[in-house]
């Protein structure tokens, strides 16, 4: 069943219930349609997106905004596949998820929160988004929200978190300096791809493999129950220094990725899937030199868990990760950015499925001609330790300011055990058009 315009017209609906009396000036909102081709020339996706999004004061010193969502896709290769039973996935929280969710299409409240200023600080209550960090393709400190790999890595950044009720504070501190908190009671964790789509993970990385002939006899889940005893907390100062963008963050949370703890016993193995807590200290620096922009992203994590082959099949380690990028505008409606990942764990040992230093480098390329009404963006990444990696492209061309077309591509290549290397045989063609209005 063709559930699109039904969706589109009950958001509308829902809209004049909730907020009687808006004007259009409060009111915006994208259609997105986009068509992706596989290698064999076969539909991946065939996807239309609705965001509409209402801005409200609801007096001098409190604004509203509220971003629902609709996607539908008649190709139904990216969730649960058909034939299928299909619910709601269920890393989400009570509180939060999916209006509706079926194997074609979905609704949610994306985002709705309430701004205000109060006690000599800034208050954003609500469903929203915190964004940590300035790395391109992976993620050092931008963990605060979860994240769906519905399409792996390939969304942006913006559409790929997942958004979470929260009370996020900012304490201006002199001229030059603000303190962040945040408080999440919100129990929502990563959203991996639904076995059997096409992005459902494969490598031995992150997917337990049992030996041949040993059976899976259990499979037992321990998820975070309380929002108050079991929220996240975390804080971010930040400063400018002598030309430096400096930041010192702290986030104590559960890890978006659940633990699965093996157990064998004479009739198989039983998997224990656990989300465990860590603490997450890091600092962000950047400057700008003429044309260069110099960037750096740190963070340690005391806890992260490994596939491992010891008797639990899992290892515990702390993590040091970094990232140093440079970006280049030196030419005109041009700007290069290159980086370096680099991923350390002090308490490695042979049994570790991962390597105890990993490293990636990425680069990025944007450029515009023609008064900016065409758009190229490239950007790619490559594993040193696994020699795989990926490249994303897309050209963007404006028919109007508010109307967009483009045609793009996403490649993978490398070794099949490992990040983007088990994705080598999902290579795609993208052709899209957006209208804002």
Aim: no cysteine; hydrophobic share 35%.
């Amino acid at each position: 069943m063709q559930t699109s315009p039904l969706i589109i017209g009950a958001l509308f609906s829902a809209s004049a219930f909730i907020f009687p009396g808006l004007s259009i000036a409060d009111f915006s909102a994208s259609l997105e349609q986009e068509l992706a081709l596989n290698s064999s020339n076969h539909k991946q996706k065939f996807e239309t997106l609705f965001t509409p999004e209402w801005n409200i004061a609801l007096s001098d010193d409190i604004s509203m905004t509220f971003i629902g969502q609709a996607r539908w896709d008649n190709a139904k290769k990216l969730s649960n596949p058909e034939g299928s039973h299909y619910s709601a996935p269920d890393n989400y929280a009570a509180t939060n998820g999916h209006i509706y969710y079926s194997n074609s299409s979905e609704v949610s409240i994306r985002e709705w929160y309430i701004d205000t200023e109060s006690l000599g600080a800034y208050w954003r209550l609500g469903k929203q988004q915190v964004v940590w960090g300035q790395a391109d393709g992976l993620k050092v400190l931008d963990v605060v929200n979860p994240q769906s790999y519905r399409e792996f890595i390939l969304d942006d950044f913006e559409d790929s978190r997942i958004p979470l009720w929260m009370v996020n504070t900012e304490i201006p501190i002199g001229d030059n300096s603000n303190l962040q908190v945040v408080w999440i009671p919100d129990l929502t964790y990563h959203a991996f791809a639904e076995p059997g789509t096409e992005y459902e993970v494969s490598s031995p990385l992150f997917r337990p493999h049992l030996p041949q002939g040993i059976p899976l006899v259990g499979f037992h889940e321990d998820k975070p129950s309380s929002p108050i005893k079991d929220s996240d907390i975390g804080l971010q100062y930040s400063t400018f220094y002598q030309g430096w963008d400096l930041t010192l963050n702290y986030l104590y949370h559960y890890l978006d990725t659940p633990v699965l703890y093996q157990q064998a016993s004479t009739n198989g193995v039983t998997l224990s899937s656990e989300y465990e807590r860590s603490h997450l200290a890091g600092f962000t620096a950047s400057n700008a030199f003429g044309s260069f922009t110099l960037r750096t992203e740190v963070g340690y994590r005391s806890d992260t868990y490994h596939l491992s082959l010891a008797k639990n099949g899992i290892h515990q380690s702390s993590e040091l990760s970094a990232v140093i990028g440079v970006d280049w505008q030196g030419l005109e409606d041009t700007m290069m950015s290159i980086q370096w990942f680099q991923s350390h764990l002090p308490e490695h040992n042979a049994s570790v499925v991962r390597p105890q230093n990993n490293h990636i480098v990425s680069l990025l390329l944007k450029r515009s001609f023609v008064n900016e009404t065409w758009n190229l963006e490239i950007l790619a990444l490559h594993g040193f330790d696994q020699r795989d990696g990926s490249v994303q492209s897309k050209l963007r061309y404006m028919l109007e300011s508010n109307v967009s077309i483009w045609i793009g591509s996403d490649t993978f290549y490398g070794n099949k055990n490992g990040l983007f290397g088990q994705f080598n045989h999902k290579d795609r063609i993208l052709f899209g058009a957006e209208w804002s209005f």
